[in-house]
């Protein structure tokens, strides 16, 4: 369930108010007139079922709330109130299920943010992936994968492109543009490093590498392992299921990928770099183009939804 606080322009308010007692999903409806202040306006809050947030909120928007006034929207960990759950039982769908546009958008947006701590995380994700790499240890690959904050702007891309946001795309594409080319630049030049205090050797990345070398050869199971992770990273991240989230980002090699393009570079083993970066692009492609299928495949299912749920209100 989500709390609105809505502040609404006194000549607007009698339209939120009949928009929001009109839905069935909405609940604990309270109006303060005249008590706003920036802006000046009507102070109306209300609970909503998040399957029916996402009309309510769309709604508030056309009346034209969100340029004259302003919308704010909080998750409710705990309602206990009978109201609440007839207003669940009346709406259609699974709050489970439900997708809140305006918040996976604004969830999203941020992470296209080019900040410095982006950057220290992907930096520091690929030089713990190349140093896996040298040893061949899939603990430090995991572990990279993990810290690794790359999933956020590929989700934000999959969500702009669905809504055709196209500064969002361009902030997308720059941001993992940018990060990835950073963080292979700090893992070749780490990797000399190491390499000049005689800690790694290129005798290391040649051995024999059985429990890492997939990260360089890439086949159609890449291809099959990108698409499920972006169908279930997006479902996740929809559905607010953190926990989800984390097996992605383990079960997606474009970190690792990335590390040993870096790696076979400083080395110049450009045979198994060529094989990184295109098992790199494999997975960023197949990532993007599952999640936004997922994220199409939800709007069309919800859009049918409410379609029915009007249908059966009015008939």
């Known amino acids: 369930m989500l709390h609105l606080r809505v502040i609404v322009p006194p000549d607007r308010s009698d339209q939120v108010v009949d928009l929001l007692s009109a839905n069935a999903g909405v609940t604990h409806l309270a109006v303060l007139p005249g008590v706003a202040?920036?802006?000046?306006?009507?102070?109306?809050?209300?609970?909503?079922?998040?399957?029916?947030?996402?009309?309510?909120?769309?709604?508030?928007?056309?009346?034209?709330?969100?340029?004259?006034?302003g919308i704010a929207a909080d998750d409710v960990e705990l309602t206990i109130s009978a109201a609440a759950d007839r207003?669940?039982?009346?709406?259609?769908?699974?709050?489970a299920d439900a997708v809140v546009w305006d918040e996976i958008a604004a969830k999203t947006g941020e992470q296209t943010e080019l900040s410095g701590t982006y950057l220290v995380l992907i930096v520091v994700a690929t030089m713990i992936a190349g140093i896996g790499v040298l040893l061949d240890q899939?603990?430090?690959?995991?572990?990279?994968?993990v810290v690794g904050p790359e999933f956020g702007p590929l989700a934000a891309l999959c969500v702009a492109l669905l809504r055709r946001r196209l500064s969002v795309i361009g902030r997308s594409v720059q941001a993992l543009t940018v990060g990835f080319l950073a963080a292979m630049v700090a893992t070749v030049l780490s990797t000399w490093a190491l390499t000049a205090a005689g800690l790694v050797s290129e005798e290391?990345?040649?051995?024999?590498?059985?429990?890492?070398?997939?990260?360089?050869?890439?086949?159609?199971?890449?291809?099959?392992?990108?698409?499920?992770?972006?169908?279930?990273?997006?479902?996740?991240?929809?559905?607010?299921?953190?926990?989800?989230?984390?097996?992605?980002?383990?079960?997606?090699?474009?970190?690792?990928?990335?590390?040993?393009?870096?790696?076979?570079?400083?080395?110049?083993?450009?045979?198994?770099?060529?094989?990184?970066?295109?098992?790199?692009?494999?997975?960023?492609?197949?990532?993007?183009?599952?999640?936004?299928?997922?994220?199409?495949?939800?709007?069309?299912w919800w859009w049918n939804l409410g379609r029915r749920s009007r249908r059966q209100a009015t008939g």
């Not at 899939?138 to 994968?145: E, F």
């Open 204 to 300: 290391m990345l040649l051995a024999k590498r059985p429990l890492t070398d997939f990260i360089w050869r890439p086949d159609a199971l890449s291809w099959v392992v990108g698409l499920l992770a972006g169908v279930a990273g997006m479902l996740s991240l929809t559905s607010k299921k953190s926990g989800s989230l984390v097996g992605v980002l383990i079960s997606v090699t474009t970190v690792p990928a990335a590390a040993n393009v870096a790696v076979a570079a400083a080395y110049g083993v450009w045979g198994e770099a060529g094989g990184s970066a295109l098992q790199l692009v494999i997975n960023l492609c197949a990532i993007v183009l599952a999640g936004l299928l997922t994220l199409l495949v939800q709007q069309l």
């Open 87 to 95: 207003a669940a039982e009346r709406a259609p769908g699974s709050g």
């Open 138 to 145: 899939p603990i430090l690959i995991v572990g990279a994968m």
């Open 37 to 69: 202040r920036q802006p000046k306006g009507d102070l109306v809050l209300c609970d909503v079922v998040r399957e029916s947030a996402d009309g309510v909120l769309h709604g508030l928007q056309r009346i034209g709330v969100d340029t004259s006034g």
